[in-house]
């Protein structure tokens, strides 16, 4: 079992800047991925971005330029530095983590709400 304790997200202007966090506890398999989805009112849960435990990162396009991915694999923590954010942003944006093996696993944080609003 691995257990995922995100930051708090918030509400942010547009234009503005949030950095979450996700730390992985448990049984945690070293060859792994971490990432974020999100899931916005209405729509389905979607990509943000991935990290593997050795470096690959991985952005969906609406995030590209905006968003940094990024992790210290000594604390099994993940960070999503999000910058320039747009009220398009706005979801509850979920922290995942995957073992890289196959027939992999996964487990998912309870999700943290971002609101960017002015």
């Known amino acids: 079992q691995v257990q995922l304790v995100e930051s708090w997200g918030g509400l942010v202007q547009p234009g503005g800047s949030l950095r979450l966090s996700c730390a992985a506890s448990?049984?945690?398999?070293?060859?792994?991925?971490m990432g974020w989805y999100r899931q916005a009112p209405g729509k389905q849960r979607e990509l943000v971005a991935t990290?593997?435990?050795?470096?690959?990162?991985n952005y969906a396009d609406s995030v590209k330029g905006r968003f940094t991915i990024s992790r210290d694999n000594a604390k099994n923590t993940v960070y999503l530095q999000m910058n320039s954010l747009k009220p398009e942003d706005t979801a509850v944006y979920y922290c995942?983590?995957?073992?890289?093996?196959?027939?992999?696993?996964?487990?998912w944080g309870q999700g943290t709400q971002v609101t960017v609003s002015s």
């Open positions: 990290i593997t435990s050795g470096g690959m990162t």
């Open positions: 995942n983590w995957e073992a890289l093996i196959r027939p992999s696993w996964d487990y």
């Open positions: 448990g049984r945690i398999f070293n060859n792994n991925a």
